[in-house]
Structure formats: structure tokens, C-alpha cells
């Protein structure tokens, strides 16, 4: 299926049928259903009614959807696996080399490509620059300026943004959310509806709960930093911490701005060093480490005289640690 916010780039793709190129970039936050939209481009592709939207009832839609169909594989990182290798792209242009099974086009969704270490890039490269014969390319990616600019040269580009937050809201209601809700779950996944949705399901606002008090405890001295951070470690996904102090330290910045307050130039900072801690995440960086020192620099950031400057050096802002 396709999402309400998505009918933009469903018309273009529409538009495309007729001229298939033969590699597309998705790019666009997490939560905005950019594989959704991908296996809906590939099942397209394979549909046999003259639908504007898979049929989901011919033959070509129900082995897509019963992950049978023989010309059709889906890329992503392995399980254990941080990165994807090279041998996992040579495999993929090998089978891409291969006549289709049912005389149609040959399909690929590459998810995630951001995450391809230099030498998968190469070998993608050599694909783009000379693709087989009726192979489509799709690939996805929240991170797009993590790709080397000549993969991003030889796809056509579709980007993705989050939908008007009252649009949001009013899909997050069709799907039976809870009102009272809902705002905070948009704020804490930036607009993108399907993570919001997914927030909701998975009763989000009790550890949402739990961190805002985790945070009161460091600040009144009454939690310590390795007991927080031992607490969010347990949670199914400890990553949600770093929306969790990057909404904060928005919050903080628009309120000096509203108020016409002096500017602590320490949030600024602070953000920096969330980000590169949230890409060191899924590097060798040491998880509990990360996360400590994330703990004691919002402690800092919230003293406007002590500069975060010094904290920098650390090897942990690098992706260092083993």
C-alpha cells in the first residue's frame, strides 16, 4: 500500500511506466514508508492488470506478496551484520545477469544503502554504470548524504518529507490513535506518521515517561548517570534515547528564541555531538560508554558558562571505541 502523503511520488512513478528507468533513489526520514513505497513501485512492476495500483489479485501480485516471486530479491543488512559486503552486491548483480523467469523485469530493492561499506559501493557503481537488460533498481535510504555522489548521480531521485502535522493527525485518527497522544508521539519521531503509529502501539509514552524521569534524577542528583543509563539499555530499542535529548534540546532553543532569552550556545554543541553518537551507534562504539557521556554533556549543556568545547576531544565523538 501507498500512504496519503506519498501520492506525489506515486503519480511521478505512474509517469515513469511507459520509460522505466533502470535505478531510482527513495530518500526521506525513517517512518514516512519508504520500503512500503518501494515494494509497491517493484509489485507494479510485476502486477498484470492495467490498475494504476497493483491489482493484488493476479498471479504476479500474490507470488509478490508471498515472497515468491523469481525475479524479484530485497537487499538489507544481514543479521549480525553492521554494514552490507561486497559479496552480498556481487551476488546480487549476479542473479540481476540472469533471464527473467517470466519474461518481464528483473527487480531489486536495496534498503538502507547508506549502510554499504566502500567496497559494496564499487560494486553497485559498476551495476548503475551498466545494468542489465529490463532490471529495475530501487534504493532506499534515510541518510542521503552518506552516499558517494556518484550513486546518487546515476539514480533518479524521489524524496519523501513529513506530511502538514495536521494531515498526521488526522491519519493518526483513522487509525484509532489516541488524541491526547498523538502530538507528543509526532513530536518525538519528527512528523513521520508510521513511526508516531508505531510509538503508539508499543504504549511509547510509558518510556517516554520513564526517561523524563530518569532526567529529573540526574538533574536532583537522586538517579546517577550509570544508573539511567543501565535502565535504558533495557529498553527494546535504547537508540530512542537520542530523540528523546535531541527533542529536549529543541525545546530548549525555541524557548530562549520565543522568549527573546539569552541563547546557550552549549544545545547547539550538544546536537552536534548527539548526532555523530547516534550514527557511532551502530559502529564499534561502546553502547553504555555512548550513552554515559551523552548524560554528562546534557548535564553540561544546561549550564550556559561551562563550554562543551573540551568534551570533543574525546575518541568516543569519533566512533572509536572498541
Known amino acids: 500500500m501507498t500512504f496519503p502523503w506519498q501520492q ?5 512513478w505512474q509517469s515513469q511506466l511507459n520509460r522505466v528507468g533502470h535505478a531510482y533513489l527513495l530518500s526521506g526520514a525513517s517512518g514516512l514508508g519508504l520500503t512500503e513505497f518501494a515494494r509497491q513501485m517493484a509489485k507494479s512492476m510485476f502486477c498484470q492488470s ?6 493484488g489479485q493476479c498471479a504476479g501480485c500474490i507470488q509478490f506478496d508471498e515472497s515468491t516471486h ?53 560494486a553497485l557503481l559498476k551495476t548503475l554504470e551498466e545494468p542489465p537488460e529490463r532490471t529495475l533498481l530501487i534504493l532506499t535510504t ?25 494531515e498526521s493527525q488526522a491519519w493518526l485518527a483513522q487509525q484509532g490513535a489516541d488524541e491526547q497522544l498523538v502530538k507528543r508521539a509526532l513530536r ?5 506518521p508510521l513511526a508516531a503509529l508505531k510509538w503508539l502501539e508499543q504504549k511509547g509514552w510509558e518510556q517516554d515517561e520513564s526517561w523524563q524521569n530518569n532526567m529529573r534524577g540526574l538533574q536532583t542528583g537522586t538517579e546517577s ?18 530523540d528523546q535529548f535531541y527533542l529536549t534540546s529543541v525545546t530548549e532553543i525555541r524557548r530562549a528564541f520565543y522568549q527573546q532569552a539569552e541563547l546557550n550556545n552549549n544545545w547547539f554543541q550538544f546536537q552536534q555531538a548527539l548526532l555523530q553518537a547516534k550514527q557511532d ?14 548524560c554528562l554533556l546534557f548535564l553540561q549543556a544546561n549550564q550556559a558558562n561551562v563550554p562543551l568545547a573540551e568534551v570533543f576531544q574525546g575518541e568516543w565523538i569519533r566512533g572509536r571505541w572498541a
Open 225 to 242: 548517570v550509570s544508573q539511567v543509563v543501565a535502565a535504558w539499555l533495557k529498553w527494546p530499542e535504547p537508540e530512542r534515547v537520542f
Open 188 to 192: 518525538l519521531n519528527w512528523g513521520a
Open 8 to 12: 506525489t511520488q506515486w503519480d511521478f
Open 281 to 294: 551507534w551502530r559502529q564499534n562504539a561502546n553502547k553504555e560508554l555512548l550513552l554515559e557521556s551523552l
Open 50 to 55: 492495467d490498475h494504476t495500483k497493483p491489482c
Open 70 to 122: 523469481a525475479d524479484f530479491v530485497q537487499l538489507e543488512v544481514l543479521e549480525g551484520k553492521k554494514e552490507v559486503g561486497v559479496e552480498q552486491i556481487r551476488q546480487l548483480t549476479q542473479r540481476l545477469m540472469q533471464t527473467a523467469h517470466q519474461g518481464g523485469y528483473k527487480v531489486a530493492i536495496l534498503q538502507e544503502v547508506e549502510w554499504l561499506n566502500a567496497s559494496a559501493f564499487n
Open 142 to 166: 534515510y541518510q542521503v548524504s552518506r552516499l558517494p555522489a556518484t550513486i546518487i548521480s546515476r539514480c533518479q531521485k524521489m524524496s519523501f518529507t513529513a506530511p502538514p502535522i495536521k
